[in-house]
């Protein structure tokens, strides 16, 4: 079954902990996103990756940080830094070729602080 | 600045009414502009994409780019067609989002 496998769906924190979202897409996509999605603000981007070993950050990349050491894997880790990290959080990986704005996401993380 | 508005929150229409879910995009240079969708317990996933000029599941969408517009239409609406749709942008290996807007149908 291709596509985008995010995990855990649920995560509970306690304030001043990391907690690291994992994000792995078989889709041989060289692309891959994180976003975040809150009610009425659509998705706001907090990194993305074109290549492997290369990452940017994205809008509200403040209190987040990934690594992109392997094509198949994006992983988020929310730090104790981000001041309101309870969200639902997003990954999302995109193709090359013709198709360049189509994206295929996972179903998401759900993160709570406690 | 690159920006997509999508000025309704909320759309309430009745089963087999027409849909138009409003979208204007700003945007130096020729625009690459997609429907997302995102139904209850599913993940969000394209529409449609105006490059296609397709039909998907009886939505279109045309660009005026005299209005800097790409609004999203259906001439009957059906139940199955409440959920969430975000208009976006395509620019520099990202894409742009609007706030999106809840269609809810109602019977």
């Known amino acids: 079954d291709g596509g985008i496998t995010q995990s855990p769906k649920y995560l509970f924190r306690k304030e001043g902990q990391n907690v690291t979202l994992s994000c792995e897409q078989n889709l041989n996509h060289d692309a891959m996103y994180w976003y975040r999605q809150d009610p009425g603000q659509g998705l706001r981007l907090i990194y993305y990756?074109?290549?492997?070993?290369?990452?940017q950050k994205g809008d509200i990349a403040e209190g987040y940080s990934v690594s992109r050491e392997k094509k198949e894997s994006f992983p988020l880790t929310v730090t104790s830094a981000q001041k309101n990290p309870t969200a639902f959080y997003l990954c999302?990986?995109?193709?090359?070729?013709?198709?360049?704005?189509?994206?295929?996401f996972g179903e998401g993380s759900r993160l709570t602080v406690l | 600045a690159q920006r997509v508005t999508q000025p309704e929150k909320l759309l309430s229409v009745f089963k087999g009414a027409p849909v138009e879910l409003k979208c204007n995009y700003s945007y130096s240079g020729s625009p690459e502009l997609f429907w997302y969708v995102q139904y209850s317990r599913q993940r969000l996933q394209l529409l449609l994409r105006?490059?296609?000029?397709?039909s998907i599941k009886g939505f279109t969408a045309d660009l005026n780019k005299g209005e800097t517009s790409f609004h999203l239409k259906k001439p009957f609406a059906q139940e199955e067609d409440s959920a969430m749709y975000y208009c976006a942008l395509y620019s520099n290996y990202q894409l742009i989002w609007g706030a999106g807007t809840k269609l809810i149908i109602k019977p």
């Open positions: 999302a990986s995109r193709g090359a070729g013709g198709r360049t704005g189509e994206l295929f």
């Open positions: 105006h490059i296609s000029r397709e």
């Open positions: 990756s074109q290549i492997v070993n290369d990452f």
